[in-house]
Each structure stands twice: as structure tokens, then as C-alpha cells.
């Protein structure tokens, strides 16, 4: 577990602290450990993140100390230290392609084969482009996405992908907050044939 911000105060005295820590959770003994990490970086807060070869990504994210959206990608080599013992491991700057994602946070991440996709966030307009980022590469692109449905732009979506038994990789991405309040849409994307559908749920489903 990686960041996110603290509140104090109410309304208009409300005070904001963005959090850099990282923290390893055992699954077997449910013990918790803080992970210490060298060159923090700035405190990007609601930043995407995902995990891809031992590296825990994060991407964008929102800087109070700024006070601006940020679209850098950082990465935590997880292999670099001793998760148990606490020992240091190391961040690193990833340098992304000429089409990267514009300056967001809360925007929903998944990692699948060797590519990162960063779809909808907050940049000051709900966001409802969908981006694929080459993890070995950098190489950054936006996609064009087949068929009859567009997302909506969201932030604070939530999502998951997997596998067909023919190998075939999907991502559902569910929920978020619009220009119009919150939703409690479905929405499927087929990774090789870059296609959005919307299918049809049963049940009352989650507000």
C-alpha cells in the first residue's frame, strides 16, 4: 500500500497531508510493515499505480504542495531491498513517450501482457480517454476505441482484468464520479480488439 492523503478540520478549514509511505501487508501472519523507500520524489496523491515485473507503478496523481495535477510515472523496484526486514528500496523516474497522458489523478489503472492502461481521472475535466503505455518502452498511446459504446469521463473508477480460457485479455471498469454525480456503470474493453461494450447486468448491483 503506497501514498494517499489525510484530512483534518472541516470546510473551509479543512487541511490536506499527502502521504508517501509504503507499507507491505503479510497475508499469512496479517502483519503489517513499513517499507522504507529512498528519493520520495514529489507526494503525488490519488495517483494510479499497478505492478508489473516486481516494480509497483504510479502514474499522475494530484500535489498539494504544487498545487497542480502531475502525469509523471514512478516506479518502486520491490526487488531492491528486503520487504521483511524494512530495508531501503528505490524509486526511479520513468520516461514516457511524446503521447503521454495529460495531468490527472483518480484515474483507473490495469496491467496486462507488458502494457499499463490509464483510463478516465480528474484534470480539471472528467477524463474519457483511454491510454495504453508500453511498460519496457515508454511509448505511450491513446486508443481509438471499436464499437457503439464511449466511455463516460470518470474519475475514481475501479476495475479489474483477466483472462479467457483462449488467452484473450478483458478489463471491467465500474463506477465513478461524472460531471453529472456519481454512476454505477459497466463497462468491458477487450484488450487486442481495443472494443468497448456496456452489457447488460442482473440484480439491484452496487449504487
Excluded at 500535489?63 to 520487504?83: A, I, P, Q
Aim: aromatic share 12%.
Amino acid at each position: 500500500m503506497w501514498g494517499g492523503r489525510t484530512y483534518s478540520g472541516a470546510g473551509s478549514t479543512t487541511t490536506y497531508l499527502d502521504r508517501n509511505e509504503v507499507w507491505a501487508l503479510n497475508l499469512k501472519s496479517y502483519a503489517w510493515t513499513q517499507i522504507l523507500s529512498e528519493t520520495p520524489f514529489v507526494f503525488n496523491a490519488l495517483a494510479s499505480s499497478a505492478i508489473y515485473k516486481n516494480q509497483f507503478l504510479t502514474f499522475g496523481g494530484e500535489n498539494t504542495v504544487g498545487g497542480h495535477y502531475r502525469n509523471e510515472m514512478f516506479s518502486l523496484d520491490l526487488s531492491s531491498g528486503s520487504k521483511e526486514t524494512g530495508c531501503s528500496l528505490t524509486w526511479a523516474s520513468k520516461t514516457l513517450g511524446n503521447n503521454a497522458p495529460s495531468a490527472r489523478y483518480e484515474g483507473m489503472s490495469a496491467v496486462y501482457d507488458n502494457k499499463m492502461l490509464i483510463i478516465g481521472g480528474y484534470s480539471g475535466n472528467r477524463e474519457s480517454a483511454i491510454y495504453e503505455i508500453d511498460l519496457d518502452s515508454g511509448s505511450t498511446t491513446e486508443i481509438t476505441t471499436q464499437g457503439d459504446v464511449s466511455f463516460v469521463g470518470a474519475s475514481g473508477t475501479s476495475g479489474v482484468h483477466w483472462q479467457n480460457e483462449e488467452g484473450d485479455t478483458y478489463v471491467a471498469i465500474f463506477g465513478g464520479y461524472t460531471t453529472n454525480g456519481k454512476v454505477n456503470s459497466l463497462y468491458i474493453y477487450d484488450t487486442k480488439e481495443k472494443e468497448l461494450s456496456q452489457p447488460t447486468t442482473s440484480g439491484s448491483g452496487p449504487s
